[in-house]
């Protein structure tokens, strides 16, 4: 019997009709940057060009490309990452002497008037959290939105970002109190 | 005893993991006991389902969204990769 398993083969000339907009999608669900992502997909596409020769024909075509497009994400989220002090807007909420992890008094959550009349959905009410998530810290935002808006699996945005469980919960955390004192401030009390 | 005495901090935390339905029952016990004591975290625990709400309209919103490069974009990518591969 002759060996039948078939070959994948690279065939760069067809890669951005097929794959421009598959890739172009996988990024901005997790950069939520539109110029980002196109700068990750055609440094993907870059990249695989460059190795095209060290392709073994293992993997499809598409898993190929999307296996260093992941590779990018990763660089682009470990850059944000060491990114600090520069614009870093991290609230402290609690104390961290004395009295450690009680609220500080001045971050107290306040209550919120009327808030089920401000629960309704509105375009000001979308506008107001685009407003306060794009306030966050990059790195924050990221695995918030990664999270909460996309709905991805704990598990895979560890796996994606290289971070453990624990320390995605912190970020989530601080990204969520932070988000509640934002909107507070913006649309429920304002 | 001193296991179920958690910082806002913490009960806060355990209260946001719990938003995504992943907090451990264990986890669960000591926020509600962190209740007994503290009412700004039961504050805190009312207004984040609320904000649970709210994330989950701009998620539903997401969904409709299909993300597609231009096709001006692609012509220049596709300028780009020939002008590597020459």
């Given at each position: 019997m002759s060996e039948t398993s078939t070959k994948h083969t690279l065939d760069p000339n067809t890669w951005i009709d097929k794959y421009a907009d598959y890739l172009f999608n996988y990024a901005v669900t997790r950069v939520n940057d539109s110029d980002i992502a196109k700068d990750l997909v055609q440094e993907t596409f870059f990249a695989g060009l460059k190795s095209a020769k060290n392709f073994?024909?293992?993997?499809?075509e598409r898993t190929w490309l999307v296996a260093i497009l992941k590779r990018k994400v990763i660089d682009h989220y470990r850059k944000i990452n060491s990114?600090?002090?520069?614009?870093?807007v991290r609230m402290n909420?609690?104390?961290?002497?004395?009295?450690?992890?009680?609220?500080?008094e001045e971050r107290v959550p306040q209550t919120w008037d009327n808030d089920a009349d401000k629960m309704i959905e509105t375009t000001e009410l979308k506008s107001a959290l685009d407003q306060c998530i794009d306030n966050l810290p990059e790195k924050y935002a990221m695995v918030f939105r990664m999270k909460?808006?996309?709905?991805?699996?704990t598990e895979e945005i560890c796996k994606e970002l290289d971070i453990t469980a624990s320390n995605l919960w912190v970020i989530i955390h601080r990204a969520r109190t932070q988000l509640r004192k934002c909107m507070e401030d913006n649309w429920f009390n304002s | 005893m001193a296991k179920f005495i958690i910082s806002c901090d913490e009960a806060t935390t355990i209260c946001d993991k719990s938003q995504y339905g992943e907090a451990t029952f264990f986890e669960k016990v000591k926020l509600n006991f962190h209740f007994l004591i503290c009412r700004i975290c039961l504050r805190y625990t009312k207004q984040n389902a609320k904000m649970s709400k709210v994330y989950k309209m701009k998620a539903h919103d997401c969904k409709k969204e299909n993300n597609c490069l231009s096709s001006q974009d692609k012509e220049q990518l596709k300028k780009q990769l020939q002008e590597l591969e020459a």
């Open positions: 073994e024909g293992k993997a499809a990114k600090k002090g520069k614009a870093e909420f609690y104390e961290n002497s004395d009295n450690e992890g009680s609220w500080l909460t808006i996309q709905e991805f699996e | -």
